[in-house]
């Protein structure tokens, strides 16, 4: 995560407020994930819903939830992977379309949060998201593991 907001403040030529993390993991989306992800990277990140008086040198964290309205240079996206995105434990099968349809609108919205750049991230060992699976086979999404 660290590098990637290092590249996207070279080649934007941005500030931290203008690059926004969202994550899809639950426990980051907390004052302790806020202090684990800025402890990990060594960048200080605020949660958007909850520190509206952060410093301008820290970069926004928040839940898809939290983001709706708000646009920034650029966008990371923060464990879009199978199992969480969309949720597959404790789904019946009924409930699955409902489940994908959430997820796929999660996803949008974060997404269009960005206005020059987006980046995706997800567990490898969980697998890729099968809700992005249409935009790698269209080539509208490239797929790189680090």
Do not use: W
Not at 119 to 141: A, Q
């Amino acid at each position: 995560l660290g590098h990637h907001i290092g590249d996207i403040m070279r080649t934007l030529q941005c500030k931290s407020s203008d690059i926004a993390v969202i994550t899809f993991e639950d426990t980051l989306a907390t004052l302790q994930g806020v202090e684990r992800l800025s402890s990990q990277t060594g960048k200080q990140f605020f949660l958007l819903d909850s520190e509206p008086n952060s410093q301008a040198k820290d970069f926004p964290l928040a839940s898809p939830y939290a983001i709706n309205g708000l646009e920034f240079k650029a966008v990371i996206l923060l464990g879009v992977d199978e199992g969480r995105v969309p949720q597959t434990a404790g789904t019946s099968d009924i409930s699955k379309h409902f489940i994908n349809y959430s997820a796929y609108n999660l996803l949008y919205l974060a997404s269009s949060r960005a206005k020059y750049k987006l980046i995706i991230l997800g567990n490898k060992l969980k697998g890729i998201s099968s809700c992005l699976d249409h935009s790698i086979e269209t080539g509208h999404i490239a797929v790189i593991e680090h």
